[in-house]
């Protein structure tokens, strides 16, 4: 089954690159179509995204560095890593970043009032599903990521970059790019308490 295999080759590719085949045009494409056909309830499109490629990229992970830098003005060995590893992310070709329409959701609680306090939690739910799907489509075409969230820490520096609408929560980023580095052996663990069978 291609489907679970596509599954089993997911993983966190934390070393990025730019040394990838596709162009930025083929791999919106990709991202555009996980958007379209992923999941959500009652097929409204709650979740939304930014693909950022070259400057705009290494924008998003320069303003992280620099409130992380603020944040952690005392703590210079725990900067120091943190720097390391964004630095990683810089290195890659672009970032996706994850959307919630908190608009779109609360129009939803008021027209189907039965299930208002559901949609919260469906539409975290579609998030998800798509940053799985756009993950797994990503490394079908050999370009690793990984799933960060630096929110809300980043939320207002990103939004006043992108000049993103008030009603959009940012719920992650993905930077993306080629595979440098293969990583460690996943460790698959006994899933038996976790499934049951009748």
Known sequence: ?????????????????????????EITSIIS?????????????????????????????????????EKLAKKEETFAVAQNKINKFK????????????????ELKETYAMYAENFSTWSNQA?????????????????????QHYNPLIDDKIKELFSIPDTWKLTAQMPFGSIEAQPNKKYIEDISTRLKIY
Not at 127 to 147: E, H, R, Y
Request: hydrophobic residues 40%.
């Open 33 to 69: 179509d996980c958007l379209k056909y992923s999941p959500s309830a009652f097929n409204y499109p709650t979740t939304n995204v930014i693909i950022a490629f070259g400057e705009k990229h290494q924008q998003i992970w320069q303003i992280t560095t620099d409130i992380l830098k």
């Open 91 to 106: 290195a890659g070709v672009g970032t996706i970043l994850f959307f919630e329409d908190t608009e779109i959701i609360n």
């Open 1 to 25: 089954m291609e489907f679970l295999q596509a599954l089993k080759n997911r993983r966190s590719i934390y070393n990025l690159g730019t040394n990838v085949t596709l162009s930025n045009e």
């Open 127 to 147: 998030n998800g599903m798509l940053q799985n799907n756009i993950w797994t489509a990503l490394s079908q075409v050999n370009i690793g990521a990984n799933l």
